[in-house]
């Protein structure tokens, strides 16, 4: 029988539409601890001290996608970004599932942080696996000219899944009564999930191996343990990815997370106010990748389109204070510029960062990356910034997410431009 390879539409289909369903996994956890898991999961306290340890659970999945981009990573280099893109996932969905039937701290004591602590940890394995591979999934199969258009299909599955997951919480406010939203109306979200998940699978399942990978192995064997050799001949370019890719996490953290709590619990915005403000801004973060993605393509370079962002993500850290007033204007002023920014710092990394390194460790080199950026850009950015907004007011956060910023910009400056890798590129 002759085998007939994937038509562009449906990789570039299955590659958008898993990472919708992954992001749309993680931002219901977001969303989820913005709102609620401080007063159900945790002893009784003051809103802020709760609100600190929901975030604190957030970050558990932060420190757990470097975790799963090592393991995914080394499947994907060895055995190929189908498979590890169906597993990871699964993982995720699995997980994000289980939360819908957790008991609260009410009912179960200390065994409900831990719990929901053990499954945000799988939440974080199964994504530190999925981007990377759904962005290979991308690039590789990209035509000359179009590496950073391809590569923001996964990019916007990030605003996909944030609209899916906020919009439904949103709709949760208006159909429940805040009590019936506190007791069950949470937990819907978190069910409907399983059949997100259903959905992806059934897409990424008809997929065969991308072009470049089934080249390289044509070449030589898959390295036998890809981690090894990604730190001894590529550690400083993976380095350089991590700090150039943590202005983006910063950034939609501040934007998200943290300032839902912080507009519905210190600026007085009712949940539906907020959320509906940031489903208009999260489409300006769209805007912004694909954007960004074309100028890669047709102007510049991925590397220059990023330092770009950087600079806008600085400047838009000084408006936080004089934006983030109380009014709904000024509130949906900042969150708009910070997510256009954004997605100048988030779009081009679908196509930068599996640029940086040759097939043969690729999947765990650009997941490794993006996690670890992750971790440092994103995972303690919510706790952070709720202390610094606790302690010295917006504009401490407003410093932060600069200071996050210039770090990406000095790493994207120092690294050189590389050239362009062909599908059959081994080695340095």
Not at 61 to 87: M, N, Q, W
Not at 148 to 165: D, E, H, K, N, T
Request: glycine share 12%; aromatic share 12%.
């Amino acid at each position: 029988m002759t085998h007939h390879p994937p038509s562009h539409a449906r990789v570039l289909t299955a590659s958008f539409v898993g990472t919708t369903i992954e992001f749309y996994d993680f931002y219901v956890y977001a969303t989820a601890a913005a709102l609620v898991f401080g007063e159900l999961f945790f002893p009784v306290g003051s809103p802020g001290t709760q609100q600190l340890a929901a975030f604190a659970t957030l970050a558990v999945a932060f420190f757990a996608r470097p975790v799963g981009s090592i393991v995914f990573g080394h499947f994907g280099d060895r055995i190929g970004r189908k498979s590890t893109l169906v597993a990871s996932l699964l993982t995720m969905g699995v997980s994000t599932t289980l939360v819908a039937f957790l008991p609260t701290y009410a009912s179960a004591g200390w065994i409900a942080p831990v719990a929901l602590c053990v499954l945000r940890f799988g939440q974080g394995f199964g994504l530190g696996g999925e981007w990377g591979g759904a962005a290979l999934l991308a690039v590789e199969h990209a035509p000359p000219g179009w590496r950073a258009r391809y590569g923001s299909a996964p990019q916007l599955g990030a605003p996909a899944g944030f609209i899916l997951a906020n919009g439904l919480f949103l709709l949760l406010g208006v159909w429940l009564s805040p009590a019936e939203f506190r007791d069950w109306g949470w937990r819907v979200p978190f069910a409907i999930s399983a059949l997100l998940v259903a959905l992806g699978l059934w897409i990424r399942l008809k997929l065969t191996e991308t072009p470049e990978f089934a080249a390289s192995l044509t070449e030589s064997p898959p390295p036998s343990v890809p981690l090894f050799e990604l730190f001894r001949h590529h550690g400083g370019v993976t380095l350089a990815g991590i700090v150039g890719a943590i202005a983006c996490f910063a950034a939609y953290y501040v934007g998200t997370a943290f300032l839902l709590g912080y507009g519905t619990k210190t600026l007085g915005f009712t949940m539906q106010q907020f959320l509906l403000m940031q489903l208009g801004a999260i489409l300006f973060m769209a805007v912004g990748i694909y954007g960004a993605a074309w100028l890669a393509d047709r102007r510049w370079d991925e590397r220059r389109v990023l330092a770009g962002g950087c600079v806008a993500t600085i400047l838009v850290g000084f408006t936080i204070a004089p934006l983030m007033n109380g009014s709904a204007a000024g509130a949906f002023a900042f969150l708009s510029l910070t997510l256009f920014a954004m997605g100048f710092v988030y779009g081009p990394l679908g196509a930068w960062l599996p640029g940086l390194f040759p097939p043969r460790v690729r999947y765990t080199g650009a997941s490794i990356a993006f996690n670890v950026a992750g971790v440092i850009g994103g995972g303690l950015t919510p706790l952070v910034a709720q202390g610094l907004a606790m302690e010295h007011g917006l504009a401490a956060v407003g410093l932060y997410l600069s200071g996050a910023a210039a770090l990406s910009l000095v790493a994207l400056l120092t690294l050189r431009p590389r050239p362009a890798r062909t599908a059959l590129d081994q080695t340095l």
